[in-house]
């Protein structure tokens, strides 16, 4: 019961980074430009949500190789995390990906 709740946690930090993400860097950072559309800074953020949406999706199919992606996962988000932190102004994308980036780190080990 434990590790399946884990799991469920898990997948829907992966879903509400996903989403913070995608959605903040087509809305908000294009809006705002400057240090928001960095070349840099972009990617991250839409490579952290696809692998956040992977790596759900990777666990809802209850592959054993889900550790393998949540392992990436953790590795983007904290990268995300980092680079949202550093432009400023993305408070709830760091949180989301901080968060993901944990229950990722769990599920890896």
């Given at each position: 019961?434990?590790?399946?709740a884990?799991?469920q946690?898990?997948?829907q930090d992966?879903?509400?980074?996903y989403?913070?993400?995608q959605?903040?860097?087509?809305?908000?950072?294009?809006?705002?430009?400057?240090a928001?559309?960095?070349?840099?800074?972009?990617?991250?953020?839409?490579?952290?949500?696809?692998?956040?949406?992977?790596?759900?999706?990777?666990?809802?199919?209850?592959?054993?190789?889900?550790?393998?992606?949540?392992?990436?996962?953790?590795e983007?988000?904290?990268?995300c995390?980092?680079?949202?932190?550093?432009?400023?102004?993305?408070?709830?994308?760091?949180?989301?990906?901080?968060?993901?980036?944990e229950?990722?780190r769990?599920?890896?080990?």
């Amino acid at each position: 019961m434990g590790a399946n709740a884990s799991l469920q946690d898990c997948i829907q930090d992966c879903l509400r980074c996903y989403q913070a993400c995608q959605s903040s860097a087509a809305g908000m950072c294009l809006e705002e430009g400057g240090a928001h559309v960095a070349p840099e800074h972009m990617r991250l953020m839409l490579s952290c949500a696809e692998v956040c949406r992977t790596a759900a999706a990777v666990m809802l199919n209850q592959s054993p190789q889900h550790p393998a992606v949540c392992r990436a996962c953790a590795e983007l988000c904290t990268a995300c995390a980092g680079s949202c932190a550093a432009v400023g102004g993305m408070d709830e994308c760091v949180q989301a990906c901080r968060a993901c980036a944990e229950s990722c780190r769990q599920m890896a080990a």
